[in-house]
T-cell receptor, first 114, second 112 residues
Framework: GENVEQHPSTLSVQEGDSAVIKCTYS??????FPWYKQELGKRPQLIIDIRSNVGEKKDQRIAVTLNKTAKHFSLHITETQPEDSAVYFC?????????????FGSGTQLTVLP | DAGVTQSPTHLIKTRGQQVTLRCSPKSGHDTVSWYQQALGQGPQFIFQYYEEEERQRGNFPDRFSGHQFPNYSSELNVNALLLGDSALYLCASSNGMNQPQHFGDGTRLSIL
């Protein structure tokens, strides 16, 4: 089955700096890669996703890049703010038939220092 | 527009008991997936329901079963509870099996 590795497990940045979180996946058939933000005690919130026919996607201060050949994808957050502090999870999924099973990484605790 | 709702929010059970967790999908969504999230880990896929059928299943034993109703809501049942079943159980809904999934707040299950 699919295996997703996520690095780093913890990341501290100064407010205004950029943050980068990296993930690798094992199944070359995976074609969908979402990122979720989970604040303490709250639900995982979908913040951005990318499909395998796209190399990069941006949404304001957030961007995701995908390298299918190397089987890795990254989350980039620019101009970080204290409210960006949370645990971020990457996930990968292939469509088995029509169903979609998300395999998650182990998470990155991002702390933005004021 | 109501998002994904789950009940109850917290539950305490003892080993050997059984439990039923409930999920109502976001308005307009017809697919429900269930995940188990242990403390400090990422969610793990249990199964996905669409058109009242289990469409895909993760690596969980048969003690974990589910159901989807005609109104798209879903239940997760766990029998013969073990201490290791203590976790946050998350429900995610989507508009179709192959679409982005949106999570509820989860049910925190504690086994004593």
């Amino acid at each position: 089955g699919e295996n997703v590795e996520q690095h780093p497990s913890t990341l501290s940045v100064q407010e205004g700096d950029s943050a980068v979180i990296k993930c690798t996946y094992s199944d070359s058939a995976s074609n969908y890669f979402p990122w979720y933000k989970q604040e303490l005690g709250k639900r995982p919130q979908l913040i951005i996703d990318i499909r395998s026919n796209v190399g990069e996607k941006k949404d304001q201060r957030i961007a995701v890049t995908l390298n299918k050949t190397a089987k890795h994808f990254s989350l980039h957050i620019t101009e970080t703010q204290p409210e960006d502090s949370a645990v971020y999870f990457c996930a990968a999924s292939g469509a088995s038939g029509s169903a979609r099973q998300l395999t998650f990484g182990s998470g990155t605790q991002l702390t933005v220092l004021p | 527009d109501a998002g994904v709702t789950q009940s109850p929010t917290h539950l305490i059970k003892t080993r050997g008991q059984q439990v039923t967790l409930r999920c109502s999908p976001k308005s307009g969504h017809d697919t429900v997936s269930w995940y188990q999230q242990a403390l400090g880990q990422g969610p793990q896929f249990i199964f996905q329901y669409y058109e009242e059928e289990e469409r895909q299943r993760g690596n969980f034993p048969d003690r974990f079963s589910g159901h989807q109703f005609p109104n798209y809501s879903s239940e997760l049942n766990v029998n013969a509870l073990l201490l290791g079943d203590s976790a946050l159980y998350l429900c995610a809904s989507s508009n179709g099996m192959n679409q982005p999934q949106h999570f509820g707040d989860g049910t925190r299950l504690s086994i004593l």
